[in-house]
């Protein structure tokens, strides 16, 4: 029942904002349902991977998936993934969940800002409509179409091996990390690049499972499989509820919610250290 819950709090999370799904998945698999970290990274690949994966066909019909950057961001992120999933298994549990909540705080931190900062720049219509954005490594041709030459190649390339290995270090899917990315190197709205990422975090995920299946890795399917159950169930709720919020608002309940979960996930691991 508990996992049926923990999954429609993940599902909504993916549905609302295009990530952070993982940013619940990992503390709830550890402190709901006493999983360890070397447990719970590959769980959590798992989970959302296949989460993610509904919501890709979900979003299909919007045509908001923009498929070239993340097909680029995959393939780069899918390569990498392995190595962060090794390191997982070898460092502290604590130093990770640590790392991880400070990575989440400046994430959150950047996309706070840039809400207040910029809003129509999360409008559902691209900003490249309106006008030319100077920072955009990728540009949209006059009728619409996505370009990638070597800049933007390199770009989404790098960034999406800086996910993988992330991806498979903290057993997340990347959203918190894929959306922000493609808003700086794509010139795509907070609407297409919460689309694109599902795709993305579903082609990382599944790399990160492979991985995990050849290092020999076990899954619980009696709780993942009520943990998919209950994401897809959120997800759909949560794209629901994203179609009434502005791309402003959305960027801002991203953040908070990052920002919320990385607090909770340091103050438990002082706690559980002795520092407090």
Known sequence: MLALLFGVIVGLALGLTGGGGSLFAIPLLVYGLGYSMQQAVPMSLLIVGITSAVGVLAALPS????????????????????????????????????????????????????????????????ASFMRENATALCRFSADGCFRINGPCAAGLAVAGAATGFLSGLFGVGGGFLIVPALMM?????????????????????????????VQGVHFDWATATPFIAGGIGGLSLGF??????????????FAGLIMVTAVFIILRTMHEGGML
């Open 63 to 126: 045509k908001r998936i923009s498929f070239k950057p993340a097909l680029v961001f995959a393939v780069s992120g899918m390569l990498i993934t392995p190595f962060g999933i090794q390191q997982a298994m070898r460092l502290p549990q604590a130093l990770v969940l640590m790392l991880f909540a400070v990575l989440a705080l400046l994430i959150a931190s950047y996309m706070w800002r840039r809400s207040l900062r910029a809003p129509e720049e999360a409008s559902v219509v691209r």
């Open 240 to 253: 629901a509820v994203a179609k009434h919020l502005s791309g402003a608002v959305l960027q801002r309940v």
């Open 185 to 213: 190197i794509t010139q795509l709205s907070i609407q297409s690049a919460v689309a694109t990422s599902l795709l993305t975090i579903s082609a990382i995920s599944s790399g990160g499972v492979v991985s995990s299946l």
